[in-house]
Nanobody, 126 residues
Framework: QVQLVESGGGFVQAGGSLRLSCVASGRTFGSSAMGWFRQTPGKEREFVAA????????GYADSVKGRFTISRDNAKNTVYLQMNSLKPEDTAVYYC???????????????????WGQGTQVTVSS
């Protein structure tokens, strides 16, 4: 059974930092693109950042460029999201996702991802 488990969310003041982690189990994700998405109540799930299997292609939403960094450790089946200079508008539930295909590039649309974690809440106060 494939599982993605996020951790690292929490409450932080504006300008602070958090690092999210997502550990995958049930299959090896070292050859799959992975991404982070976020969602607030009443809104669509939106793309935040993604990384291809070899970590040489990374993409970011305009709203987080220069503040967030995605990385991965394939030996640990883990992807990270380092979030700096956090703003109140970054408040959301953050989800980790993995594509089903091997050796593919990342995508920015949620429907392109087959596996999802349960989400971790990030709250940024002003």
């Amino acid at each position: 059974q494939v599982q993605l488990v996020e951790s690292g969310g929490g409450f932080v003041q504006a300008g602070g930092s958090l690092r999210l982690s997502c550990v995958a189990s049930g299959r090896t994700f070292g050859s799959s693109a992975m991404g982070w998405f976020r969602q607030t109540p009443g809104k669509e799930r939106e793309f935040v950042a993604a990384i291809n299997w070899s970590a040489d292609h990374r993409g970011y939403a305009d709203s987080v460029k220069g503040r967030f960094t995605i990385s991965r450790d394939n030996a640990k089946n883990t992807v990270y999201l380092q979030m700096n200079s956090l703003k109140p508008e970054d408040t959301a539930v953050y989800y980790c996702a993995a594509r089903k295909s091997y050796n593919g590039d990342y995508r920015t649309t949620p429907t392109e991802y087959a596996y999802w974690g349960q989400g971790t809440q990030v709250t940024v106060s002003s």
